[in-house]
């Protein structure tokens, strides 16, 4: 090979090497009750396996190279089954992120949502909802017997009224209940600590009238 053809096979593998990189942080919850636990890949490398229902992992920094795609998988923990993939989704750099599995066992869904909020005043917290919980159509939630997020839809029925914003409440110990609207017996108190300047998301998942892995379940993750 000539000098020359070196030269610029030696220029071609820096300017590859040294291409700009893009990266966000990925959050993952997973509130499909009843469907096992899952593994989750970005980029073909497992990031978190064995997630169970109404767990959740990460944040995880994910780095892509300047117009490569962003790809990601969940898959079954038990069998290796394909249960939701991202693919190349419309992620800003620098951003952060939250990927929730949700449904049924046998009509799983994946949602993304961009995580942005400001850090909370001295005494408060962030807290938003999101209401994964298939049979309860409707629900309200309260703080301490206070009605704060009210007739939430379930995310698969209606996604523009399945989930409520990041909103502030007093830090502390509190009793969080969510009620049916339709079902007024169907009701779940849990109690929760909030931290001074965290931010959490509250969600649902599980059936109500259900027991076992598919039952109700209430939850928090800190962001």
Known sequence: MKPKSLLFT?????????????????????AAAGSGSADIYF????????????????YFNIERKEKEPYY??????DNGAVLG??????????????VVLFGNNNQLSKELFGDSYSV????KA??????????????????DQELLFDDVSYYGDNIFNG??????????????????????ERRFTRSFVLEPG???????CGNAGSEGSAAFTLDMVLH
Not at 10 to 30: D, G, R, Y
Not at 45 to 58: C, E, F, M, Y
Not at 126 to 140: C, G, K, S, T, V
Not at 163 to 184: K, M, Q, Y
């Open 198 to 204: 965290n931010t959490y998301t509250l969600f649902s």
């Open 10 to 30: 030696a220029l071609a593998a820096l300017i590859t090497s040294c291409a700009s990189k893009e990266s966000v942080q990925v959050k993952f919850i997973h």
């Open 43 to 58: 980029q073909d490398a497992i990031l978190a396996p064995g997630i169970s229902a109404a767990g959740s992992a990460g």
């Open 85 to 98: 993939t991202v693919n190349n989704p419309a992620w800003n750099s620098g951003k952060r992120y939250t």
């Open 72 to 77: 990601g998988e969940i898959r079954s923990h």
């Open 163 to 184: 989930t409520r914003p990041f909103t502030l409440v007093n830090a502390g110990t509190h009793n969080i209940e969510i009620r049916s609207t339709t079902r007024p």
């Open 120 to 123: 909370p005043p001295s005494g």
């Open 126 to 143: 962030n807290l938003r909802f999101m209401h994964f919980a298939p049979d309860m159509p409707e629900a309200d939630v309260y703080l």
